[in-house]
């Protein structure tokens, strides 16, 4: 690592005591690590053996997929699956079509009611959408749209934080790009294009997976609109999938649990620098 | 471009997204305040002006009561410890330490799961008798078994256990950024002067610290008022609605009683409750966080 560039801070005149300093550090610190990955372990490991090691730590137990087959098996999960990955797709690019185009405006227009307007774009920060259930379910009722994909993803479309995200990128462009462009002779909508949206492209990853991760994981709002197996995101047919009273093992059901935060799981563990990031990036500004 | 041109393209840009935000936020949020005041419509029966009725109705109900008190404690409860266990988290994490990136991933990993799956994996932990803390507590110190999630003194305790293990590793982000935003100059003067880590922690890092604990404590208030997703795979807000939040008891109000009126209007107290926080949060970054 860069153990030589860094400057040693502590004083060579007490090593012991720093060394003693540090060895506690680690130590709570992988202690703490440790309880933080229990159950996540634990729940991998029932659902790769058979029922009969839930409780018995055995090193040489068993490893078997069966429990995966089981519940890949005993609920539709690959259309849950089909149904939140659509759900996330859409959401995803309305977010991204409607916050570019909106950010835009609060960024480089100026034009009458912009602080009002951006004050109550603002204000979804704290009030979200996932709160108003009962007049949002009204909404989508007259709308004629209960039991569809689309009204999972309609009130999340117009991202108070996104076009909030989108619109500090867009104000630390510097302009001078932007009248180069526009002296050549393009339109507003071909600036953007051109110049603004290439030029966003780390907040638009930043911005798409925590967006992604939020919609995939989200519950309330899908099991009120939905009820039947052709709209249910996977969180809700896990939920549905779980409640079956009796008959189901833990282990099949723990199966099931890592099946729906799997891909998550997985892509987190590949891009954790990416993730982190992200988050990082998404969550500062 | 003309300034009249100008204001055109700028609201014909922001049209689509201002009227989806006022259809599933703004309008909505009127429209609770307003259904407040009305009866639920019932068959043929259309909503008719009851005053303040239902506001009457919400203060002597007793599940209210509970479910509010309830969400206080389990703000109160989770959001200290999961800031604090995330500030360390994020020290030590930023620290030279050994393993440092499975120590870190350990800490984010449930930050990507999904709260319904969380709470599956953690009701087998809670299970009496063959779950996992009570085959501890049964094999090694041979008490008998205990039905975490069926008592009342204890149930909400355990969610709480979960929230923090959820959120930690989320707010530790924020922190760790911070972290690294403290130039090293800070702490090589530090050295020089001989100050303790103790002290350079609460002279130094702390009070730079303060923007991003601002900044992750509202986001804690506001998600333990916003997620209930566990609640209903662990306890269904039981026993005796000892494990119920506020959101849930109105998602239960309304889909599982209909009682759609009275449903908008313990929304008004969560809207209530969530300016209360918009204004603390006014005053509080005046005063408090402006330190340089």
Not at chain 1, 138 to 149: A, C, H, P, S
């Amino acid at each position: 690592m860069s153990d030589f560039s860094l400057p040693n801070p502590e004083p060579a005149a007490r090593p012991r005591q720093i060394d003693f300093d540090r060895i506690l550090n680690t130590f709570a610190a992988w202690t703490l690590a440790i309880l933080w990955a229990l159950p996540l372990l634990y729940a991998i490991w029932t659902a790769f053996h058979p029922a009969a090691y839930e409780a018995n730590f055995e090193l040489f137990a068993p490893l078997t997929l069966e429990n995966f087959a089981k519940a890949w098996t005993a609920a539709p999960f690959a259309q849950y699956f089909l149904n939140t990955i659509v759900l996330v797709t859409i959401i995803l690019i309305a977010q991204f079509v409607l916050c570019t185009l909106a950010a835009y405006a609060f960024a480089r227009f100026e034009f009458p009611g912009s602080d009002i307007l951006f004050t109550l774009v603002l204000l979804q920060l704290l009030v979200m959408p996932d709160i108003l259930i009962v007049e949002n379910y009204k909404t989508i009722r007259n709308l004629g749209l209960v039991d569809t994909i689309v009204a999972i993803g309609l009130p999340y479309m117009a991202s108070g934080f996104g076009i909030f995200l989108l619109r500090q990128t867009f104000k630390t462009i510097p302009r001078e790009l932007d009248e180069a462009a526009r002296v050549e002779g393009a339109g507003p909508l071909l600036v953007l294009w051109k110049v603004y949206v290439p030029l966003a492209i780390p907040t638009y990853l930043a911005y798409g997976l925590v967006s992604v991760s939020h919609h995939w994981n989200n519950f309330l709002w899908p099991l009120i609109i939905t009820n039947s197996v052709e709209t249910r995101p996977v969180t809700v047919g896990l939920s549905v999938f779980a409640a079956v009273d009796g008959g189901v093992e833990w282990s099949v059901i723990n199966a099931a649990t890592l099946m729906t935060s799997g891909p998550l799981l997985i892509a987190f563990l590949l891009f954790q620098r990416q993730f982190v990031q992200s988050f990082m990036r998404a969550g500062i500004k | 471009m003309t300034r009249r041109m100008q204001w055109i393209y700028a609201w014909l840009l922001l049209t689509p997204a201002m009227v989806m935000l006022f259809a599933f936020t703004h309008f909505p949020a009127i429209t609770t305040i307003v259904n407040s005041f009305f009866s639920t419509p019932r068959g043929r029966r259309p909503a008719r002006f009851v005053g303040l009725r239902n506001y009457e109705e919400l203060i002597a109900d007793p599940t209210f009561w509970k479910v509010l008190v309830n969400n206080l404690w389990y703000a109160t409860a989770t959001i200290p410890a999961s800031i604090g266990i995330s500030l360390l988290m994020a020290i030590w994490v930023n620290d030279k330490l050994k393993g440092r990136s499975l120590v870190r991933m350990s800490f984010f990993a449930p930050t990507v799961l999904p709260l319904i799956a969380v709470a599956n994996i953690w009701l087998f932990f809670y299970t009496p008798g063959f779950g996992l803390i009570d085959q501890i507590r049964m094999g090694i110190f041979g008490l008998p078994e205990n039905s975490w999630l069926g008592q009342q003194e204890t149930v909400l305790i355990c969610m709480m256990v979960v929230t923090i293990w959820k959120e930690a590793g989320f707010f530790m982000i924020f922190y760790l950024a911070a972290l690294q935003a403290i130039p090293p100059s800070y702490k090589e003067a530090a050295d020089i002067e001989g100050a303790s880590r103790w002290v350079f922690f609460w002279k130094i890092t702390w009070p730079l610290l303060m923007p991003t604990t601002l900044f992750v404590s509202i986001n804690a208030i506001i998600n333990s008022f916003r997620l209930v997703d566990h609640i209903f795979t662990m306890t269904g807000g039981g026993p005796d609605n000892a494990s119920s939040l506020l959101l849930f008891y109105i998602y239960e109000v309304a889909f599982k009683f209909w009682q759609t009126s009275y449903a908008a209007t313990l929304t008004v107290v969560m809207l209530a409750i969530l300016s209360i926080i918009a204004i603390g949060q006014f005053f509080f970054m005046d005063r408090r966080v402006h330190y340089r």
